[in-house]
C-alpha cells in the first residue's frame, strides 16, 4: 500500500493490508526488520523521520497513527483520535510532528514525542486522501476526495490557500516539491498537475497514465540535475515524465494491464520502488535518464 525510501537513503520500508511494516536492504533485498502486533488493520501510508531519529510513523483502517522505534522495534506512541480510516501520515523533517488524513474528513497534527493531538482541522467535506508537510515544515498540504487541494500554516492551523479544478476531480495524491515552491497534485481524471500554489497557477499537466479509481502514489524526484515527475497507474506500470511533460520511462510492474500500481519511491541516486495492489511483492528498478 505505500513506500518510501528512508531520508538518509539507507533503506526502504513497505507497508501492507497484512498490518506490517517492513524494512529492506533495497540494493540486497534482504529484510531487515518486521514491525507488526500494534495495528488490528491494514496500513495505509508510512512515513520515515530522521535517520538520527530512528522512527517511522503508519496510518492504518484501525483509526490509529503508530509511531515505531527503530532500534527496538516497539511502538514508542499509539496516536488515537480519528475516528474512521487513517489514510495518509507525514513526519515534519525534524520529527517532532506529525500530520494525518482520514475518512473522518480530518486533518490532525500530532507532538511526536507526547503523542497530543496539537491541531484537529475539519479540512474536508469528503476523506483526506493526501497530506504533507513542507520542506521547512511550516506548511501542509492536503488533499482529499472533495477534489480540493489546500495549504494550512502549520503552527496555528490557518488555511492558507484553496487549489482546485473547474470540475473537481477527487484527489489521490499531493505533495510539495522539494524546494516548496510547487505542489504536484494527482487527479482521478487520468492528469497529474504541477501547481504555483501561491498564485493558484497550473504550470504542467502530465498525462499517459491511467488513474480513475484509486489513490495512485506520485512525486517529484530530484534526479541529478534536473528532476522528473513519478506515478503509480491502473494498468500495471509506473510513469516517468521529465518537466517539459514528456514522457522519458514505463516501467512495467506487473504482467497484468488491470493491476493498481498503488505505491511508488524514489531514490536521489537513481532507484524507483513499485509496488501493487494484489500482487504481495515489490520491484526495485535503477533507471539510468
Given amino acids: 500500500s505505500a513506500l518510501q525510501f528512508s531520508r538518509d537513503g539507507k533503506y526502504l520500508a513497505s507497508a501492507s493490508g497484512d498490518c506490517t511494516v517492513k524494512i529492506w536492504n533495497f540494493q540486497t533485498g534482504k529484510l531487515i526488520q518486521s514491525l507488526e502486533g500494534t495495528h488490528r488493520a491494514g496500513i495505509n501510508d508510512i512515513s520515515w523521520g530522521a535517520a538520527k531519529s530512528r522512527l517511522l510513523c503508519s496510518g492504518s483502517d484501525d483509526t490509529t497513527v503508530v509511531v515505531w522505534d527503530l532500534d527496538t522495534g516497539k511502538t514508542v506512541q499509539t496516536l488515537v483520535g480519528h475516528t474512521k480510516h487513517v489514510f495518509c501520515v507525514s513526519f515534519n523533517k525534524e520529527t517532532s510532528l506529525i500530520v494525518s488524513g482520514g475518512y473522518d474528513n480530518h486533518i490532525r497534527v500530532w507532538t511526536a514525542k507526547s503523542g497530543k493531538c496539537k491541531l484537529k482541522l475539519p479540512a474536508h467535506s469528503k476523506p483526506v486522501t493526501a497530506v504533507d508537510f513542507g520542506p521547512n515544515g511550516k506548511l501542509i498540504v492536503s488533499g482529499s476526495f472533495d477534489g480540493l487541494c489546500r495549504v494550512w500554516e502549520t503552527e496555528t492551523g490557518t488555511l492558507l490557500k484553496t487549489i482546485a479544478n473547474d470540475n473537481n476531480p477527487p484527489i489521490s495524491n499531493v505533495t510539495f516539491s522539494p524546494n516548496g515552491k510547487f505542489i504536484l497534485a494527482s487527479n482521478m481524471n487520468n492528469q497529474i498537475y504541477l501547481w504555483d500554489f501561491k498564485n493558484a497557477q497550473c504550470k504542467r499537466v502530465f498525462t499517459g497514465h491511467k488513474n480513475e479509481y484509486y489513490c495512485t502514489s506520485a512525486g517529484i524526484w530530484p534526479f541529478k540535475h534536473s ?63
Fill in 227 to 289: 528532476a522528473r515527475v513519478v506515478s503509480g497507474s491502473e494498468d500495471g506500470c509506473a510513469y516517468i515524465w521529465d518537466l517539459g511533460r514528456n514522457l522519458v520511462g514505463k516501467l512495467k510492474h506487473s504482467e497484468k494491464s488491470s493491476e493498481v500500481v498503488l505505491a511508488v519511491a524514489c531514490h536521489p541516486d537513481g532507484y524507483i520502488a513499485t509496488g501493487s495492489l494484489s500482487e504481495p511483492f515489490v520491484r526495485v528498478w535503477r533507471h539510468l535518464i
